[in-house]
């Protein structure tokens, strides 16, 4: 969010483009992100398969999970989303189209800060008319599967918690956690790398994956040292790109997060299992709503999911552009800002 309870929908200011290296393919790709009108949300296109077909940023367009997180619509996909999608929540886009005419974002330089210059100093944003809807979290949600946890607290705001371990001198145990907005995102987080160890990317390049991957879009990690150049650009910069897929992940929730995530040692696919028992726990988030009063003041009110009485009915999650869920419920609290 642009700043904590922000009401109002955003998109771009003006049009930007960006191309490179896509991480798996290899292959130069084109980007193209424009404003989009509200309650669009965040929608890609495929512009060299189907250019009309909307492959919409949410949790149910979700088709891989593997090495990234892959969205797509029949033969329409786009993977490595997550760091892309960061950038856009964090910054506070609501509302975007983007075109693309390849199989996955380009990497950048492996992290999300390339997208962070891109949107805020090339593209800027746009206030909207109408209001934001958010999820606000009420009773902590726990997802479990072997030693990887997920929990989910009420927050005031949006905060993760990230912990990693791996059997690797160089890593160990790391845990970060922050408080998450658009300048804590810029400075804490967007320029996190993404990481791989030499062996895997071997292994993975033998099989025709990460044939774009270098030590200009990832992090190299040898047996005794980080092969890159430069180094680190934090003591601590795998747990904290953890982070960065975990905010880019959470953001196919497809509406802001008022909570705090704590995930450990979890990866896309825990991500995306955990977003699916969110969806069946619908009695411990809710909707919170802004609206103006007669009076002309923006308050807030929460809609009540309408499974909250029925126990383990699945919620669906607000789709940008279509009828919301509780739409029958009574608006309830009514809070001043
Ligand atoms: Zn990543």
């Known amino acids: ?69 892959t969205i797509g619509c029949g033969d329409a996909r786009i993977s490595t989303t997550e760091h892309l999608l960061a950038a856009l929540r964090s910054i506070g886009v609501d509302n975007v189209r983007i075109d693309i005419d390849g199989p996955e974002v380009p990497i950048m330089d ?32 726990a997802w479990d599967d072997g030693d990887t946890c997920i929990r989910i607290f009420p927050h005031e705001g949006f905060k993760v918690t990230c912990e990693i371990e791996f059997n690797h001198n160089l890593i160990r145990s790391q845990s970060y ?49 980080v092969l890159n150049a430069g180094g680190l650009r934090f003591d601590d910069e795998f747990v904290r790109h953890k982070a960065l897929d975990l905010i880019g992940d959470l953001s196919l929730l497809g509406a802001p997060l008022l ?48 499974s909250r009485a029925a126990g383990n009915v699945v919620v669906p999650f607000f789709v940008p552009g279509r009828p919301a869920m509780g739409q029958n419920a009574v608006p309830a609290v009514g809070q001043n800002l």
């Not at 033998?206 to 030590?215: E, F, H, K, Y």
């Not at 990866?267 to 009063?293: P, T």
């Open 177 to 225: 956690s922050l408080d998450v907005n658009g300048v804590s995102f810029a400075k804490e987080i967007s320029r996190a790398r993404t990481f791989g160890f030499i062996e895997d990317i071997e292994t993975l390049q033998a099989n025709g994956l990460a044939l774009g991957g270098s030590l200009d879009n990832a992090v190299v990690v040898g047996p005794d040292r």
């Open 110 to 141: 492996g992290s999300a800060g390339p997208f962070v210059f891109l949107l805020k100093k090339k593209a800027g944003v746009r206030k909207q008319k109408n209001f934001r809807r958010l999820i606000k979290v009420t009773r902590e949600i």
């Open 1 to 69: 969010m642009l700043k904590k309870y922000e009401p109002n929908q955003y998109t771009l200011a003006r049009e930007v483009s960006c191309s490179g290296i896509g991480l798996h393919t290899g292959r130069t790709i084109r980007m193209l992100m424009q404003p989009a009108p509200e309650n669009t949300g965040v929608v890609f296109y495929r512009s060299d398969i189907d250019p009309d077909m909307p492959v919409p940023a949410l949790v149910e367009s979700v088709v891989d999970t593997r090495l990234a997180t």
């Open 259 to 306: 909570g705090h995530v704590v995930a450990k040692k979890s990866g896309h696919g825990q991500h995306l299992a955990f977003m699916k028992e969110m969806a069946a726990a619908g009695n411990c988030w809710e909707y919170l709503e802004f609206a103006r009063n007669r009076q002309g003041n923006i308050l807030t009110r929460a809609i009540k999911n309408s």
